[in-house]
């Protein structure tokens, strides 16, 4: 291999190595970029943000009510997104079979984080009043229920009966409550 410089062709030598400081500089530029520039691919009716292989949290969900999947408020996948919707990004499509919220009457959808754990209830939120019309409709659907049915097992001599709201549901409430903390930062049972 020939690796001292020809003094024969010293003009060579010196546009062959500006060439390479420029590939060099191009090869900076596009990894700063894709650093930058994070894909947004449609995923359902998600955008799937992927920050590359380099990133330690690589991949994001980001739904149409801008709320990402890490949780973060201000998470940089939720910009991706609407850059990306800026520059004419196909847009993701709305849940089909959602029902109008019970509260307000806006488009919901689905949140799989709120499905209930042991009434086995699709969680949801609403895309005017989120998460909170959400628990609202099921306290009141809580409320109409006991009322309907109070006892599980209804009191007999000697035996005081457990309502419906004391075995069906302290376990969601728990849940529910460790939820709420955990989204919010507000601990309800403090
Ligand atoms: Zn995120
Ligand atoms: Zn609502």
Not at 7 to 25: D, G, H, V
Not at 132 to 150: D, G, M, S, V
Request: charged share 25%; net charge positive; with cysteine.
């Amino acid at each position: 291999m020939k690796t001292a410089p020809s003094p024969s062709k010293p003009a060579l030598q010196e546009s062959s190595r500006r060439t390479i400081q420029t590939n060099f500089k191009r090869t900076k530029i596009r990894e700063s970029l894709l650093v930058a520039t994070p894909t947004v691919t449609v995923q359902g009716c998600l955008y799937l943000v992927d920050f590359g292989s380099g990133s330690p949290q690589r991949f994001h969900r980001v739904n149409k009510t801008k709320e990402c999947s890490c949780g973060t408020a201000f998470c940089q996948a939720i910009e991706a997104v609407r850059f990306y919707l800026q520059a004419g990004g196909a847009r993701a499509p709305d849940q089909e079979g959602m029902f109008t919220c019970p509260i307000c009457g806006s488009k919901t959808y689905r949140d799989r984080n709120w499905n209930g754990k042991y009434t086995k209830e699709l969680g949801w939120r609403c895309m005017k009043g989120g998460l909170h019309h959400f628990l609202q409709a099921k306290t009141e659907r809580i409320k109409k229920n006991f009322t309907e049915n109070p006892w599980l097992i209804p009191p007999a001599p000697g035996f005081p009966g457990i309502r419906r709201d004391e075995l069906m549901t302290w376990e969601e409430c728990e849940t529910t409550t460790r939820k709420v903390f955990r989204e919010t930062g507000y601990d309800p049972t403090a």
